[in-house]
């Protein structure tokens, strides 16, 4: 009798359980807008949050648009993560190398004459670093969670010597969707 009177409660726990799990509220982030554009006489730029399968941002897409006949050049050293008003250092992106980041010696990309550049890139103080693993050489890292509020970024470029700076923000929500 002992044992159905403990069956029948883990059961009743098993279905309070399921039922408050099946009515628990799925938090998204909503960015506004979804894609942040800016424009000058050199180029367009699209800043977009990415979400990489999961609920929150955990990047970004920069995208520029060359409108000049001469090749326009990032500056990775000098861009930086805007939160809140605040910069929050570089952003880093697949391909870049520990040594570049730490010496601040991070190689240019080229947009070329009229070309359009893309690059899915994250901030360096957001990413997020897995400890060593045996017979893993390397820490596997993957970009953290985007934290609400504005997010944005301070984009340098060069052409010709000249730099040429752009802000570009967007903000960051959270919603609360319901089944």
Known sequence: MRNINKTGLFMMF???????????????????????????????????PLTRESRVFVSFRLTIINRTDRNLE???????YI???????????K?????DIKDL???????????????????????ARAPFREGINEPSISPGPVPIGQSGILLVVRQN???????????????VLND
């Open 14 to 48: 098993v279905f309070a359980l399921t039922l408050w799990i099946g009515c628990a509220p799925i938090i998204v982030q909503v960015s506004t807008p979804a894609i942040q554009t800016a424009e000058n006489p050199y180029y367009e730029i699209q800043f977009e």
């Open 74 to 80: 990032i500056d990775w050293n000098k861009t930086h």
């Open 83 to 93: 939160h809140n008003n605040r910069s929050l250092g570089i952003f880093v992106f």
């Open 95 to 99: 391909g870049i190398r520990p040594q």
């Open 105 to 127: 010696t991070i190689p240019p990309d080229i947009v070329p004459a009229r070309g359009t550049f893309s690059k899915e890139i994250s901030p360096y103080r957001l990413i």
């Open 161 to 175: 010597g000249k730099e040429i700076k752009e802000k570009v923000k967007i903000s960051i929500t959270e919603k």
